[in-house]
């Protein structure tokens, strides 16, 4: 049975976009991390992932760590936006809303050390082996990415694409408050824009860039779901919804 509730007896606004705010902070704060280790001119006489990972090997052992702690902070912040979010979706569905939550659980938990500091403490591995062996040092980082990181590489992912699955289908389906196109606002549109700075060459700040693409398309997604807010609210703010 559907049951139809007032829109403003749902939906407190003033939370949501606290936590939207709270989210995009942390974000930021992940962002910095990404930039800080992303931030390097590559060997371009080395090829493969030896040249895409050569800049790593000119890093400070405490830039890393300071990268490493912001992303650690940063990441699980950030997922307070997207609360925000979900806050949104369950007037409208709760069908979407249980997705979307699920995908969140794995982003809360996963984000900053599965990702992030699973990827500078590979970096930390491949700069330190380097030194140590040359001669075997990709092969083993290869190895140690396999069997620690890329578990929690995939794990993250299954959950990011549960809460983007989730996330496009409800505003796109018209199970949020947004317009249907209010989808572009979403973490893979942004992450492929920004992905696009790696045509302009071999610079520190487009492998910066680069690095925190994923993470500009999570600030691209909470930016955008906040400026809309208020819109949103003023044009829904007497409608009533009908639970799916």
């Not at 992303?71 to 069908?95: N, Q, T």
Request: proline share 4%.
């Amino acid at each position: 049975m559907k049951e139809e509730i007032q829109f403003k007896e749902c939906i407190d606004w003033d939370i949501v976009r606290l936590l939207m705010k709270i989210g995009i902070a942390g974000a930021f704060l992940n962002l910095l991390g990404d930039l800080i280790a992303g931030w390097g001119v590559r060997d371009t006489s080395l090829s493969g992932i030896e040249g895409m990972v050569s800049h790593y090997l000119s890093i400070s052992d405490n830039r890393m760590f300071l990268s490493a702690m912001l992303g650690l902070v940063g990441a699980p912040i950030s997922v307070f936006g997207h609360i925000g979010i979900y806050k949104l979706i369950r007037p409208y569905s709760r069908k979407y809303a249980k997705l979307f939550r699920t995908g969140l659980l794995g982003l809360l938990v996963l984000g900053g050390p599965g990702v992030h500091m699973s990827s500078l403490a590979s970096a930390f591995f491949y700069k330190h082996m380097t030194a140590a062996g040359p001669e075997t040092a990709l092969e083993l980082s290869k190895k140690f990415v396999c069997y620690f990181s890329l578990p929690l590489y995939i794990a993250f992912f299954v959950f990011w694409l549960i809460h983007t699955f989730a996330h496009i289908r409800a505003v796109a389906g018209g199970f949020s408050p947004y317009p249907l196109w209010g989808c572009v606002f979403s973490i893979p549109v942004g992450g492929l824009l920004f992905s696009f700075a790696g045509l302009f060459g071999n610079y520190a700040i487009v492998n910066a860039i680069m690095v925190g693409a994923l993470t500009l398309g999570n600030i691209w997604t909470l930016a955008g779901a906040l400026f809309m807010l208020d819109k949103v609210k003023e044009i829904n703010e007497e409608s009533p919804i009908e639970i799916i």
